[in-house]
Each structure stands twice: as structure tokens, then as C-alpha cells.
């Protein structure tokens, strides 16, 4: 895990300081809304096929916004992902294959440092109810079961076009209803459906421009709790969209975590997919 972790933060820093330093002109004191759903589709049907292969169907919902306001002195930000998605292969039920709501606000203070001082609270939950792959499936998942709350206080750096990055002192809530395997202490008799624990958290956010129409995005969040500091839970999403025309894309998606209470090695995504794709705001 320490190995994987360090390949993340080398090429999170290679990344970074190859992005250049320019300031886009904003609009003060003015919320500026946006939004946008998209719908990606992967079909396969055979008939008579002698070369193997079943038929399939995915298909996933992506809604992404955010809601910015940004004053001389004060910068409020706000980011919203959902992604659901099932899969069927051959004559077997759908199965769950993206399930995850994730909101972060952050509100900055302009002390005309460097850094500046910030909070920031995250909610992370599944959307719906997820199986675990075992034979017979588990439920593992739904709304809230488990859900995550992260509140966080520190310094933020945000000067450069396309990256900003913060560290600070932490609190995260589990809550759970069925999927208490999250919240509960194994050294008590009582099984717990909520915990909180303090650490650190690190979160690193970037994009990048690869082409006129290609757009690299990338997000690393880090979190040590103080009991256990050389743990660490780790979120990196990555993704890569093309643009095809205003309404069609493709998109190629890459998501690591790695928590110990959910998994002992780390869980890996991958997904490569055509999608209709809609801005609202």
C-alpha cells in the first residue's frame, strides 16, 4: 500500500508543477452555478455467435455541479458528483457497477498570505444498495449505510490556474444502519453504528487541458487518524473527457481507494465509455 500511495503523491506532484501559473479574471460577489448530466451506454448483443461471449449492457448516470461565490475577502466553493450505474452479462440480474454521492464545501479566508485558512465539510455515501461479488451476495451498501461526514481546519493553497491543494486537523463521522462492519469497534460487546475519529486530511485537486476538446482531472484525498498515523485512507479519482461534439463524449475514468475498514488491499476502478452529455447551467 505505502508503495502504491507513494506513486500517487509522485505523479500528483509531477502533474502539478507542470501546470502554469495564471489568474482567470472572476466575478465578485456573484454566485456563479454550474451543472451538467451526462448518460453512458456499453452494449453488447450476440446471435448465433460460435466465438464466445454473452450478451451485456451498462449503463451509468453522471451528474456533476458546483455553486461558487468569491468576494475580496472570502472564497465559498461547493462541488457536487453522483454516479450511478448497473451492468447485466448474459442472463444474470443487473448488478450495481457505480454508486457513490460525493459533496465538498470549502469557505477560504484572503489574509493575503501564500496560504490561506480554511473549513471545509464533505459528505461521501452510496446512492443506492450495492452487493458485495461473493457467492451469495452481500449487501454492503446503501444510502447512508454507510455515509461518510468530514469536517476539516487548516490552510489551503489556491494561487495557480488548475490546482489547489490543503491540509488541516479532521473529524470523520461513519454512520451506518445494517452495514455496521464500518462503524463498529471490535474491542467492545456493544455493536456501535456510529463512530468519530480525529487525524489529518490532505486533499489535492487538479486539471488540465491535454487537448482543445480533452480535459485531465485529477483528485487526492488523504486521511490519517491521530491513534494510527501510519495508515492512511486514500481517494484518488481520475478522469479523462473528450469531446466530441456538444452533445457526445468519451470519457475514460480511473478511481483508487484504499480503506482499511472497508477492504485490506486496495479497490481499483477503471472504465472506459461513450456518453451523451448535457449542460444545464
Known sequence: ???????????????????????????????????????????????????????????????????????????????????????????????????????????????????APYFSNTVRTPVGIGYSNTDPPVQTAAFFDPGYLSQSVGFTYQKQKGFDTRIGVAIQETFTRNNTQFSDDPNTAKIEKFKAETGIESVTNGEYILAENMLFKS??????????????????????????????????????????????????KEGLQLGLNYTIL
Open 219 to 268: 483528485s487526492l484525498r488523504l486521511f490519517s487518524r491521530f491513534n494510527s498515523l501510519d495508515v492512511w485512507d486514500v481517494r484518488w479519482d481520475n478522469s479523462i473527457v473528450a469531446k466530441i461534439n456538444n452533445y457526445l463524449n468519451t470519457s475514460f475514468g480511473y478511481l483508487l481507494i484504499y480503506q482499511k475498514d472497508q477492504s485490506i488491499t486496495a479497490q481499483m
Open 1 to 115: 500500500m505505502k508503495n502504491k500511495l507513494s506513486f500517487a503523491l509522485i505523479l500528483l506532484f509531477i502533474f502539478s508543477i507542470s501546470l502554469y501559473s495564471q489568474q482567470d479574471s472572476v466575478k465578485l460577489n456573484t454566485w456563479i452555478p454550474t451543472a451538467a448530466a451526462g448518460l453512458n451506454v456499453s452494449q453488447l448483443a450476440l446471435s448465433n455467435w460460435t466465438q464466445g461471449g454473452e450478451n451485456s449492457i451498462t449503463w451509468t448516470l453522471l451528474g456533476n455541479g458546483s455553486l461558487k461565490y468569491q468576494s475580496i475577502g472570502w472564497t465559498f466553493n461547493n462541488n457536487l458528483k453522483i454516479a450511478y450505474g448497473r451492468t447485466k452479462l448474459g442472463g444474470a440480474d443487473f448488478k450495481t457497477n457505480d454508486n457513490e454521492l460525493y459533496l465538498e464545501s470549502v469557505i477560504s479566508k484572503n489574509v493575503n498570505w501564500a496560504v
